[in-house]
């Protein structure tokens, strides 16, 4: 059976708070094949790494993301994607969810200079709920390899990932059964269920034969 690849969710949430460094080298210790992040844009247009459109949940701080500078965030712990890049430095895959508008040029910009410093576009994956966001991307960039998320319907996912040529369809792992599953795979797209944390739904998805999972317990994906 091929190994289904572990990717951990926000680094790895259950251990490290999310989204930060240092979640992304537990990640890293624990030997995850990827890890996928959130990405917000901040005042000085920089892409920043973060969840929610505001700190409050997650630092000291209180307000918009888009209210800080760069060096202002990083002061509360949130790291850019740059940081991040240098961090995990293509030890493995980063799935980058794109959270915010206005981010389509700086990330392809930020892609492209990657590339430049050696990592492959198949260790850059950008997804996205919002379908149009990722056309846009597309339009930018027909290298880059596209994850479409969704929580509501593979079937519309698996149209929308024939029309970008997609790398990948991102489903809430509570979508997908068999069908569906051999269905995308068919296709020619890779699955990657989210966010799968419970031993027998990991199991279950394993299963099924997805590509990869993500968990934030990365380390529960044998
Ligand atoms: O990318 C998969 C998953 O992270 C999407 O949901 O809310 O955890 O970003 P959320
Ligand atoms: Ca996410």
Same mark, same amino acid.
């Given at each position: 059976m091929k190994k289904t690849l572990r990717i951990g969710h926000r680094g790895a949430r259950a251990y490290a708070l999310e989204n930060t460094l240092l979640s992304f080298q537990k990640a890293l210790d624990l030997g995850c094949d990827g890890i996928e992040l959130d990405i917000h844009l901040s005042k000085d247009n920089k892409l920043v790494v973060i969840?929610? #459109? !505001?700190? #409050?949940r997650t630092t000291k701080g209180t307000g918009l993301?888009?209210?800080?500078?760069l060096l202002s965030l990083q002061k509360l712990g949130i790291p850019s994607l740059d940081d991040v890049l240098i961090l995990v430095d293509k030890r493995c895959m980063v799935n980058i969810e794109i959270?915010?508008?206005?981010v389509f040029d700086i990330l392809n910009t930020t892609i492209i200079e990657a590339v430049k410093n050696?990592?492959?576009?198949?260790?850059l994956l950008v997804s996205c709920f919002n379908h149009q966001a990722l056309h846009q991307i597309r339009q930018l960039n027909k290298a880059i390899c596209l994850g479409v998320l969704t929580e509501t319907s593979i079937e519309e996912a698996l149209g929308t990932a024939k029309q970008l040529d997609a790398f990948a369809v991102h489903p809430d792992? !509570?979508?997908?059964n068999k069908t569906n599953c051999q269905l995308i795979q068919k296709a020619g797209f890779r699955v990657f269920p989210w966010t799968v944390n419970e031993p027998q739904d990991i199991a279950n998805m394993k299963a099924l034969g997805v590509t990869g999972i993500m968990s934030d317990y990365p380390d529960r994906i044998s």
């Open positions: 969840h929610d #459109d !505001t700190v #409050d993301v888009k209210d800080f500078s959270k915010a508008n206005f050696g990592w492959r576009y198949e260790q792992y !509570t979508l997908l």
